[in-house]
């Protein structure tokens, strides 16, 4: 064996249940939570968001390179970082699929809705939808929608943030991980209530730079101790794991080789298809993602803002193949295990290794990180429902455009005090799942519930109000059922109620019946109604979308 190999060996000789020192994890902590918290004072104006243009969109005051910092800061978050290194840690290379289609769902995003939707909308989803169909049934669904998004998004970032501080606290006691999820809960309302989406971007700005230069060091160290070969990396992942994957009736060679987790059954394979189309469709059909572009001037900054996070977030990914794979020579016996004793299980993959390479300094630093990308997440998607609730429901419904903007801000703050509420409550619930896999949950949502909504929108001069609210709510409720009978839910070791077995629908992922559906839906309520006559509407919304002519005008109630 190598020099470099012994020192690898040398590294991992850590305790993963306890790999740091809690007084150098909690001052770390402190402080990243202390500079975050200044920043989000600073970058937000305090309490002065006197208009919902400035609380929601930041003013619009972004450039394209400085929102796609942003959004990669958005989107890079616990799933992408603590739950794909896990996922690969895990399962190999069917972890790394998780990874490819969070990537190319940029594609589609970028290609179908990123130009259009800043062209048309003001602050949310909705008002894309309301341009040309009836205002009130349609803002009410796209609330309901985004709100569902929201939440299983949410409970994936408040499930690691849990096993994040856990590890870093070395706490192993559900009810003090409990504990530490209300924390976040609180911290996250506590951001948005002060900075605000100006606050809450340049937070995401900020963290997106430090998450990846953290993980392109690990990641180089990782390669350095292997001779920069990756397949020596890989190769010395076959020989640790192969006893355990012998115990299995897996071949020796199985986590560096397709269906370890996707191939064992034809209905294993089906799951696999119905992740795959959750991933690509999803990003585009994501609430928080679409408002991003909002808080640029023009749809050409909102093009290079999706550029720019195309390029930083596929870079990030090449880092957590990387990092995974080391995770797993190091760490598979521990982390694999439930009952192990590991603090987060496989979502605490990535600041194990950070120990193994750097120490508890390391580890501190790397997870203090981490948390401050679950932290700038979970303000990200708080404000995104409370606009959605305030903007939609309450101003254009409820009060049908008749309120004051300062009155608009005053309820979106105390929608987001409920919604931290409520995150905390399905954090608890879901702390034992990965957080990649509930991540795709929320993709499977949004591209049953929303996408077939906006694409059709924006390309089909038949569709119509029934056809959107058919799809909205066939999508939604349709990949809820499947959920809520699936394997996440109950009837497996990691599901959510360990002590109920309801477990009807073998998929543990929607996507594969739920999104046909939604599209299907959305061409048959379309066309078994009478075309509204809003042509003229039509072709304003068309010249608008790709001219972005009038964008600058208030949108229609």
């Known amino acids: 064996m190598s020099a470099a190999a012994g020192t690898v060996l040398t590294l991992a000789a850590i305790d993963p249940t306890s ?109 894309v ?87 392109a060091v690990t990641t180089v160290w990782v390669l350095a101790l292997n001779g920069f070969d990756l397949s020596e990396l890989l190769g010395r992942v076959v020989e640790n794991t192969q006893e ?99 603090p987060g299980g496989s979502n605490a993959a990535a600041p194990l290794v950070a120990a193994a390479l750097g120490g508890p300094w390391m580890l501190g630093i790397m997870a203090a990180v981490a948390f401050a990308t679950i932290l700038a997440v979970v303000a990200g998607l708080a404000i995104t429902a409370a606009t959605s609730f305030s903007h939609d429901i309450y101003t254009n419904v409820v009060k049908k455009g008749q309120v004051s903007p300062g009155a608009e801000v005053r309820v979106a703050k105390a929608t987001v005090v409920v919604i931290g509420l409520i995150a905390i409550v399905g954090g608890i619930a879901a702390k034992d799942q990965n957080i990649a896999f509930l991540v795709s949950l929320a993709f499977a949502v949004a591209a049953s519930a929303n996408l077939p909504t906006i694409v059709f929108s924006l390309y089909w001069k038949r569709f119509n109000t029934r056809g959107a609210l058919w799809s909205m709510y066939g999508g939604l409720i349709s990949a809820l059922v499947i959920i809520v009978f699936s394997p996440v839910v109950s009837g497996s070791p990691t599901a959510m109620l360990t002590g109920a077995d309801f477990d009807l629908a073998p998929l543990s992922n929607p996507g594969i019946v739920s999104i046909p559906l939604g599209f299907l839906l959305a061409i048959v309520g379309a066309l078994t109604s009478k075309r509204e006559d809003e042509r003229a509407k039509e072709a304003e919304m068309d010249v608008r979308a790709l001219t972005g002519v009038g964008a600058e005008k208030a949108v229609p109630h």
């Open 129 to 215: 939808l309301a341009f040309r169909l009836r205002a009130r049934p349609i803002r009410v669904a796209a609330a309901i929608t985004t709100l569902a998004v929201t939440f299983f998004y949410l409970l994936a970032q408040m499930a690691g943030a849990g096993g994040l501080v856990s590890l870093l606290l070395g706490i192993t006691d559900d009810a003090m991980q409990s504990v530490v999820i209300a924390v976040v809960g609180v911290l996250m309302i506590v951001y948005v209530l002060i900075g605000g989406m100006k606050g809450t971007t340049w937070v995401q700005m900020i963290k997106a730079v430090l998450l990846i230069a953290g993980a």
């Open 244 to 342: 355990h994957m012998a115990g299995k009736g897996q071949a020796a060679d199985a986590m560096i080789n397709p269906g370890l987790k996707y191939g064992g059954s034809d209905w294993a394979k089906v799951d696999f298809l119905s992740l795959g189309l959750a991933l690509v469709l999803g990003t585009a059909g994501l609430p928080h993602v679409l408002m991003r572009f909002y808080t640029v001037p023009t749809a050409k900054e909102a093009r290079k803002s999706v550029v720019w996070s195309i390029f930083l977030i596929g870079l990030f990914y090449v880092f957590t193949l990387v990092l995974g794979y080391a995770a797993a020579y190091m760490f598979a016996p521990e982390i694999w295990e439930k009952g192990s004793g590991v």
């Open 19 to 127: 790999p740091g020192k809690p007084g150098i994890n909690i001052a770390i902590f402190l402080a990243f939570v202390l500079v975050t918290l200044i920043i989000v004072i600073k970058g937000g104006g305090g309490s002065k968001h006197s208009s919902g243009e400035e609380f929601f969109a930041g003013g619009r005051s972004f450039s394209g390179a400085q929102n796609g910092l942003a959004i990669s800061g958005d989107y890079l978050s616990a799933a992408s970082f603590l739950g794909i290194v896990g996922a690969i840690a895990t399962a190999g290379y069917d972890g790394f699929l998780y990874s490819i289609g969070f990537l190319v769902a940029w594609i589609v995003a970028l290609l179908l809705v990123a130009e259009l939707m800043r062209n048309i909308g003001k602050f949310t989803m909705a008002d």
